[in-house]
């Protein structure tokens, strides 16, 4: 870990959490919204689905009319500079959206890469329509405190095409040099420059205990705030702050027709069949459909075991590469051994 400090800080965090967290247990039941516990794999996903829509999708948002039609001249086009200092501001590590386009691919970008993702940018920019992909989120539920059997209590942290976050992030940097003239010294948060405003409470409590040694205080929180951005009523305060045009219509580009989807219990599938044959056709289809939906299984990830007390040799493969084949893998968060005994899973 001393090693780890110096040469591999994220591994070296990424450690540091879970000995402090503990060890973690997979929860595959939820409540329902009437507070019936569900246990059907596809009762779950369905609970998901339904609190994730609920969530994201308010029905009491107010109307927000068009202050006349939308200019659909083109601006400025998008330059290769600007493409490039977006890109390089992305932060590695971190997870790819439904494209699997990780942010290290676009940081190392040459001057070919980029002039092709200029270009991309610039048909959406012109066409005010971006790729399918751009407007697909993948949510994930991040357990945070309470009963892990409630929806609520978890956190859905959405991944995005990173190719779309660069040009998200390009609109952005356009949006804030039109607003910023026009946003008032006390809006610190998400300001370049400015810390959060935790100073200015803390003044007015020491003045009241000064005047009023008794003064209620109330402090709000409001739930559920960022997932639940009236997108429709933002478009009408973008336009108050002289945001108009061709800039406008591309903002609301990456919100018109958007779709979501929920990941739960991790990325793992698990195939069974009776022989070795079956078991590789059975691969050989899902390999087919993940590369259809625009996935890929992972065969540094993936292994295969044989359930028997003998020692059978299994040979499966995605593409030209062979799956190994180990005695125990942990799957959901249960460990399964080739022999079919749970006294390793009990031990643990």
């Known amino acids: 870990m001393e090693n780890d400090f110096w040469t591999a800080s994220k591994r070296f965090w990424t450690t540091i959490w879970r000995l402090r967290k503990g060890k973690q247990c997979t929860v595959n039941i939820v409540y329902s919204g009437n507070g019936v516990l569900l246990t059907s794999t596809w009762d779950v996903v369905d609970r ?31 330059s290769r500079a600007e493409v490039a200092e977006v890109a390089k501001k992305l932060l590695g590590g971190k997870a790819p959206g439904v494209d ?7 940081k190392a970008l040459g001057v070919v890469g980029l002039s092709w993702l200029t270009r991309l940018c610039n048909i ?16 994930v539920p991040l357990f945070k405190k309470g009963d892990r059997r409630l929806c609520s209590n978890y956190r859905g942290i959405t991944l995005l095409s990173l190719p779309g976050k660069v040009y998200s992030g390009l609109l952005e940097k356009r949006v804030r040099r039109i607003v910023e003239p026009r946003i008032q010294e006390e809006q610190c948060g998400f300001r370049p420059g400015n810390g959060g405003p935790a100073l200015h409470p803390q003044q007015g409590l020491r003045g009241c205990m000064g005047v009023c040694p008794t003064s209620p205080h109330v402090f709000c929180d409001l ?10 009523v933002l478009s009408g305060v973008l336009r108050e702050y002289g945001v108009s045009g061709p800039l406008i219509r591309a903002v609301r580009s990456l919100y018109d027709r958007c779709q979501s989807v929920v990941r739960i219990a991790g990325n793992d599938v698990a195939l069974l069949a009776s022989s070795a044959r079956d078991l590789q ?3 050989d289809q899902f390999a087919a459909e993940c590369e259809a939906a625009g996935m890929r299984i992972s ?47 009990i031990d643990r």
């Open 100 to 106: 699997v386009i990780c942010p290290e691919f676009l």
């Open 223 to 232: 739930e559920k705030a960022f997932d639940r951005d009236p997108w429709r």
């Open 299 to 345: 065969t540094s990830k993936s292994e295969t075991m044989v359930l028997s007390r003998k020692k059978i040799e299994c040979l499966l493969r995605v593409k030209e590469e062979i799956l190994p084949q180990v005695k125990e893998f942990k799957y959901l968060g249960v460990l399964f051994t080739s022999e079919g005994r749970m006294v390793r899973e």
């Open 124 to 139: 959406a920019w012109t066409s005010g329509a971006v790729p399918l992909d751009w407007q697909i989120g993948v949510v």
């Open 48 to 78: 998901w689905k339904e609190y994730f829509e609920d969530l994201l999708n308010p029905t009491n948002v107010p109307s927000s009319e068009e202050a006349g039609p939308v200019d659909l001249g083109t601006g400025s086009r998008i």
């Open 281 to 283: 056709l059975s691969l």
